[in-house]
């Protein structure tokens, strides 16, 4: 069985006047992530994981912001797509371990339903689809809650 890894890395801007969209979710908040698509950052940050891993360049690669097709776009379309991509080359999910860096809102209540989302959208197992949430304790631009960042890792394996 060959394993590989991959590792993505996103950030949006947070902006009044936009719906707030991470995991898959919507989420109550007086401030939305900017962005081309709906900027679910968390997502974003999985896709190029799962791209990484299969060595399939990144999303912007594979869907352009330059594009009318990708304006406001639900990303757990971009999610499905890539996954589709992965397993075109041969790879299933083994694992995948997100982390989701914002002073606010707290996101701790909403972890479950955005596993049970983003597992239903790749088509695994919840149990293979780990989030965790952070603050960077008031520092930097998270902390400042001028957007928010996302770091995911998976591993696929071809069996
Ligand atoms: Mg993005």
New binding site residues.
Partial sequence: MKVRVGMGF???RLVEGRELWLGGIRIEHRLGLL?H?D?D?LI?ALCDALLGAANLRD?GYHFPDTKGEYKNIDSKILLRETMSLVRAKGYELGNADITVCAERPKLNPHIPAMRQCLAEVMGVDADDVSIKATTTEKLGFTGREEGISAYAVVLLQKL
């Fill in positions: 996103d950030v949006h962005g698509s900027a950052v974003h999303i």
